[in-house]
Antibody, heavy 120, light 106 residues
């Protein structure tokens, strides 16, 4: 079965750090870019970050630039999101998504999400 | 690039034709997709390249537009279609989503 499974969410204090993982199965992981998106409680979707298939190119939303780092291990079929200097406004469900770039562009496979709560 | 979706919510009955619009603040070619999201679930891809139906998505869903103005249409609303719909542009970074349209039962 083709799926993405996020883990690593939880409660963290403001200023703290957390690393999310997203394990892929049933697909040729190293062939695809991967992205993270988030959704604050009761709110819309926000793109967070994207990493190219080989890991050489990364992109970030301005809201997380300098605080979050996306990386991947193609040998482990896993993408990571290292989150530092966390703020209350980072509280959200974080989704990883497979990003297809050709022949068109879209997020065609999403994980179930993992909840990150930033609170003292 | 900002995406403005309208309306933010609507009430409709089963069998109704529903239209949701998404306007981009600048041209995005056809790099516009639509997702459906139900409470507590991940988004599901419905349409990509503005008008191409994702495999397995019912044909009552359709998309149109290019440049800055896009439309998602549900030709005959079904009970399982009550959900929130989001557009997303993938023309350039930062990737952005519209604010969402919640489709509720009248």
């Amino acid at each position: 079965e083709v799926q993405l499974l996020e883990s690593g969410g939880g409660l963290v204090q403001p200023g703290g750090s957390l690393t999310l993982s997203c394990a892929a199965s049933g697909l040729t992981f190293s062939s695809f870019a991967m992205s993270w998106a988030r959704q604050a409680p009761g709110q819309g979707l926000e793109w967070v970050s994207t990493i190219s298939s080989g890991g050489g190119n990364t992109y970030y939303a301005d809201s997380v630039k300098g605080r979050f780092t996306i990386s991947r291990d193609n040998s482990e079929n896993t993408v990571y999101l290292q989150m530092n200097s966390l703020r209350a406004e980072d509280t959200a469900v974080y989704y990883c998504a497979k990003y297809t770039l050709s022949p068109s562009r879209y997020f065609d496979l999403w994980g179930r999400g993992t909840l990150v709560t930033v609170s003292s | 690039i900002q995406l403005t979706q309208s309306p933010s919510s609507l009430s409709a009955s089963v069998g109704d034709r529903v239209t949701i619009t998404c306007r981009a603040s600048q041209g995005i070619s056809s790099y516009l997709v639509w997702y459906q999201q139900k409470p507590g679930k991940a988004p599901k891809l419905l349409i990509y390249a503005a008008s191409t139906l994702q495999s397995g998505v019912p044909s009552r869903f359709s998309g149109s537009g290019s440049g800055t103005d896009f439309t998602l249409t549900i030709s005959s609303l079904q009970p399982e279609d009550f959900a929130t719909y989001f557009c997303q542009q993938l023309n350039s970074y930062p990737l952005t989503f519209g604010g969402g349209t919640k489709v509720e039962i009248k």
